[in-house]
Protein backbone atom coordinates (compact mmCIF):
# COMPACT_ATOMS: atom_id res chain seq x y z
CA UNK A 1 0.00 0.00 0.00
CA UNK A 2 0.89 3.49 -0.52
CA UNK A 3 -0.45 6.35 1.44
CA UNK A 4 -0.98 9.62 0.19
CA UNK A 5 -1.07 12.88 1.95
CA UNK A 6 -1.58 16.67 0.08
CA UNK A 7 -0.98 19.49 1.70
CA UNK A 8 -0.60 23.09 0.08
CA UNK A 9 -4.11 23.91 -0.67
CA UNK A 10 -5.82 27.37 -0.34
CA UNK A 11 -7.71 30.74 -1.16
CA UNK A 12 -5.80 32.53 -3.25
CA UNK A 13 -6.74 35.56 -6.15
CA UNK A 14 -6.30 35.08 -9.51
CA UNK A 15 -3.03 35.67 -11.53
CA UNK A 16 -0.92 34.16 -7.64
CA UNK A 17 0.67 30.96 -7.56
CA UNK A 18 0.39 28.11 -5.12
CA UNK A 19 2.63 25.00 -4.83
CA UNK A 20 1.03 21.81 -4.07
CA UNK A 21 2.98 19.06 -2.29
CA UNK A 22 2.14 15.27 -1.73
CA UNK A 23 4.18 12.87 0.84
CA UNK A 24 3.87 9.33 0.44
CA UNK A 25 4.63 6.91 2.28
CA UNK A 26 4.22 2.96 2.66
CA UNK A 27 6.56 1.31 -0.10
CA UNK A 28 9.61 2.37 -1.93
CA UNK A 29 8.19 5.95 -3.95
CA UNK A 30 10.86 5.55 -6.87
CA UNK A 31 8.88 2.51 -7.99
CA UNK A 32 5.91 5.11 -8.81
CA UNK A 33 4.74 7.18 -11.28
CA UNK A 34 2.87 10.42 -9.55
CA UNK A 35 0.52 12.56 -10.75
CA UNK A 36 -2.05 15.53 -9.97
CA UNK A 37 -5.49 15.73 -11.07
CA UNK A 38 -8.74 17.74 -9.94
CA UNK A 39 -12.17 17.30 -9.34
CA UNK A 40 -15.05 19.89 -9.21
CA UNK A 41 -18.37 19.15 -7.45
CA UNK A 42 -20.95 16.53 -9.78
CA UNK A 43 -17.72 17.13 -12.22
CA UNK A 44 -15.37 14.09 -13.17
CA UNK A 45 -12.05 13.81 -11.93
CA UNK A 46 -9.52 15.60 -14.50
CA UNK A 47 -5.78 14.76 -15.63
CA UNK A 48 -3.55 17.27 -14.57
CA UNK A 49 0.27 16.20 -14.59
CA UNK A 50 1.60 13.31 -14.02
CA UNK A 51 5.47 12.46 -13.21
CA UNK A 52 7.63 9.13 -14.22
CA UNK A 53 9.77 7.53 -11.67
CA UNK A 54 12.88 8.68 -11.93
CA UNK A 55 11.37 12.59 -13.11
CA UNK A 56 13.06 12.54 -16.45
CA UNK A 57 9.45 12.14 -18.05
CA UNK A 58 6.43 14.52 -17.42
CA UNK A 59 2.89 14.86 -18.89
CA UNK A 60 0.23 17.49 -18.83
CA UNK A 61 -3.08 18.46 -20.03
CA UNK A 62 -2.82 20.93 -22.56
CA UNK A 63 -4.65 23.79 -20.17
CA UNK A 64 -2.60 23.48 -17.33
CA UNK A 65 0.92 23.37 -20.03
CA UNK A 66 3.16 26.51 -19.64
CA UNK A 67 1.02 27.52 -16.17
CA UNK A 68 1.57 24.27 -13.65
CA UNK A 69 5.06 22.75 -13.38
CA UNK A 70 5.14 19.04 -11.51
CA UNK A 71 8.41 17.63 -9.68
CA UNK A 72 9.55 15.29 -7.44
CA UNK A 73 12.40 14.60 -4.49
CA UNK A 74 12.48 10.75 -4.14
CA UNK A 75 14.94 11.99 -1.72
CA UNK A 76 11.94 13.53 0.43
CA UNK A 77 9.24 11.01 -0.92
CA UNK A 78 7.42 13.92 -2.25
CA UNK A 79 6.00 14.97 -5.70
CA UNK A 80 4.94 18.44 -6.26
CA UNK A 81 2.25 20.93 -8.44
CA UNK A 82 3.56 24.44 -8.86
CA UNK A 83 0.61 26.40 -9.97
CA UNK A 84 1.40 30.13 -11.81
CA UNK A 85 -0.88 32.45 -13.47
CA UNK A 86 -4.04 30.68 -11.44
CA UNK A 87 -7.59 31.59 -13.05
CA UNK A 88 -10.75 31.34 -10.85
CA UNK A 89 -11.72 28.10 -13.07
CA UNK A 90 -8.51 26.27 -11.55
CA UNK A 91 -10.54 26.01 -8.10
CA UNK A 92 -11.15 22.01 -7.50
CA UNK A 93 -10.13 19.75 -5.28
CA UNK A 94 -6.68 18.69 -6.40
CA UNK A 95 -5.79 14.94 -5.77
CA UNK A 96 -2.49 13.56 -5.70
CA UNK A 97 -1.74 9.58 -7.32
CA UNK A 98 0.42 6.92 -7.54
CA UNK A 99 0.97 4.13 -9.65
CA UNK A 100 3.36 1.55 -11.73
CA UNK A 101 3.89 3.76 -14.90
CA UNK A 102 3.30 7.27 -16.37
CA UNK A 103 1.42 5.73 -18.79
CA UNK A 104 -1.66 4.37 -16.58
CA UNK A 105 -1.41 8.19 -14.80
CA UNK A 106 -2.69 9.28 -18.35
CA UNK A 107 -5.21 6.65 -19.49
CA UNK A 108 -8.13 7.13 -17.10
CA UNK A 109 -8.46 7.99 -13.44
CA UNK A 110 -10.69 4.83 -12.43
CA UNK A 111 -7.81 2.77 -13.16
CA UNK A 112 -4.95 4.58 -10.35
CA UNK A 113 -4.42 2.26 -7.89
CA UNK A 114 -3.56 5.10 -5.16
CA UNK A 115 -5.25 8.11 -4.11
CA UNK A 116 -4.76 11.28 -1.77
CA UNK A 117 -7.48 12.91 0.27
CA UNK A 118 -7.53 15.80 -1.70
CA UNK A 119 -6.64 19.64 -1.10
CA UNK A 120 -9.29 22.61 -1.90
CA UNK A 121 -7.87 24.89 -4.30
CA UNK A 122 -9.72 27.90 -4.42
CA UNK A 123 -9.10 31.24 -6.65
CA UNK A 124 -10.77 34.26 -6.55
CA UNK A 125 -11.27 36.34 -9.29
Known amino acids: QVQLVESGGGLVPAGDSLRLSCAAS????????MGWFRQAPGKEREFVAA????????SYAASMKGRFTISRDNAKNTVYLQMNSLKPEDTDVYYC??????????????????WGKGTLVTVSP
Open 97 to 114: AADSSIVRMTAHYSVISY
Open 51 to 58: INWSGADT
Open 26 to 33: GRTFSNYA
